[in-house]
């Protein structure tokens, strides 16, 4: 497809969708809030116009991206950190544009007769001849982008897809349910020109001295170190017969999809907080596990803090907003500014956040108090992260040994301290299966990173454990 009929595809895209979202304006006018138009959008799968066409959601979606032109939105990676401050009803309709073209551009391909995929500079490996090709499934975009998504799991396997068979249930069925991973997003990420990767950085600071008249004085400087960033891979790996696309009723191709990047995600959220690349893991079911584990990728925030003995003893009680301002006082100076920090604990330590009594009441957080909101957001300021991944199932000391398992642990971090380093981000490949007379692909997602901060020490406590909390 040339550009000028790319971009009028795009054009045409996006007509339909002002057409659409008019007719659902008068439905969405009494939606305010963000979740609500969240929920439209999933329902429908459009949004309805805000205010007049010069500030509609498709003029505020090219401001807030800096695009001059809707194709350039095409190029732009919602889940890059520097859109972290984007609303989720701009990056779904983002998502969603690109959806729509990449649909156009399939339909165009396959009974217009428009110009197809050639062959990949970059990749011979799946025998694609450059050129004409009768079936669109032989181009280099129809076996990598077009058939992933036209493939399902195998129907052979109880718990793995046999139970989405029409005959079986209806074509509605329920999502795993997990919360939503926001660990990573709170770190800077750094692009890894190389692995591995050495960053220079100041390890101390000079205090300048007294100079009597005439005399000498002594050279200082201030320290330097660095943090060496080593990828680590994290890899998700899945076979797609083709029995199943045909025979299964919910839409299990776009699910298959995404859950294989969900896959990475849940990976570097579980090294991030539990991780530990001791030869023995600090909790004995890791330890022995094998040595693939995600939790054995990184040293993880528990592991820093409890190498450095940064932590404080809840003493085998629930969260108190005493122990938690304890904890701050712990990281000294990298506890002072309220923006640089977050908690990060498990729904059952958030739950007891919500019930303290310096929060819980209107008399004492007014408007904001957890009685009227039934949320906290932050506590003296700093925000709260949530997180499937720090166990509740650990004894006093804040680690599993499988004895006493009814603790739980809270953690305190300074983000500005701690940086993910990025070698390669998530990518997902299908190939179709070149051995007869397998009728498959097979589909995996890989990423390479690692997680590093400065060095923790009696000078530098920048994570810090709440331990022993019952």
């Known amino acids: 497809m040339s550009d000028k009929e790319t971009l009028a595809a795009i054009q045409k895209s996006i007509s339909d ?11 969405e006018a009494t939606k305010s809030t963000e979740d ?28 807030r991206y800096g695009c001059s032109h809707p194709s350039q939105l095409l190029s732009i990676n919602t889940g890059d950190p520097d859109w972290r401050g984007v609303t989720d009803e701009m990056k779904y309709f983002v998502q969603d544009l690109k959806k729509t073209v990449d649909v156009g551009r399939m339909m165009a391909q396959m009974y217009r007769g428009d110009p197809i995929d050639r062959e990949s500079k970059s990749d011979k490996s799946n025998n694609v001849i450059a050129g004409n090709c009768v079936n669109v499934f032989n181009t280099y975009y129809g076996k990598n982008v077009l058939a992933p998504k036209l493939k399902a799991l195998g129907t052979g396997n109880a718990g793995e897809g046999a139970e ?27 692009s890894m020109p190389s692995n591995p990767f050495e960053m220079p ?34 890899a998700e790996y899945t076979v797609l017969p083709e029995e199943l696309n045909e025979d299964s009723a919910p839409g299990i191709l776009a699910l298959k999809r995404r859950e294989v990047a969900e896959a990475i995600g849940r990976a570097i959220e579980q090294a991030l907080v539990n991780g530990d690349t001791a030869g023995t893991h600090q909790d004995s079911d890791t330890a022995a596990g094998g040595a693939d584990l995600a939790a054995k990728a990184y040293d993880g925030l528990r592991k ?48 007891q956040m919500t019930a303290l009594a310096e929060v819980a009441s209107v008399d004492a957080f007014g408007p ?22 720090p166990r509740d199932d650990t004894n006093a ?16 971090v300074n983000r500005t301290r701690f940086m993910l380093g990025v070698r390669r981000p998530i ?44």
């Open 164 to 190: 989405w068979v029409p005959t079986v249930i209806s074509s509605q069925f329920i999502e795993e349910f997990e919360l939503e991973r926001q660990l990573a997003r709170q770190f800077q990420s750094l």
């Open 397 to 412: 000391l804040g680690v599993y040994d499988g004895i006493t398992t009814d603790r739980s642990v809270v953690h305190l």
């Open 304 to 351: 820093l803090a409890l190498a450095n003995s940064a932590t404080r003893d809840f003493s085998n009680a629930a969260a108190t907003a005493v122990n938690l301002r304890a904890m701050r006082a712990l990281a000294g100076k990298f506890g002072v500014r309220q923006n640089e920090l977050m908690y990060v604990c498990s729904p059952k330590v958030y739950l």
């Open 201 to 234: 950085v100041q390890s101390g600071v000079t205090e300048a001295r007294v100079q009597a008249e005439g005399a000498s004085m002594t050279q200082a400087n201030f320290g330097t170190s660095s943090l060496s960033f080593n990828a680590k891979k994290f």
């Open 36 to 63: 609500d138009k969240k929920e439209s959008f999933v329902v429908t799968g459009h949004y309805a116009p805000v205010g007049n066409r010069s500030n509609s959601l498709e003029q505020q979606v090219m401001r």
């Open 17 to 27: 969708l002002n057409a659409m979202e008019a007719r659902l304006t008068k439905a």
């Open 368 to 389: 904001q108090a957890t009685v009227l909101r039934g949320a906290l957001d932050a506590l003296d300021g700093i925000p709260i992260v949530i997180s499937e991944y």
């Open 427 to 470: 990518r997902i490949r299908a190939v179709f299966d070149p051995v007869p007379p397998n009728d498959r692909w097979l589909c995996a997602a890989w990423y390479r990173g690692d997680f590093k901060g400065h060095l923790q020490s009696a000078s530098e406590a920048s994570s810090v454990l709440g331990i022993n909390i019952a």
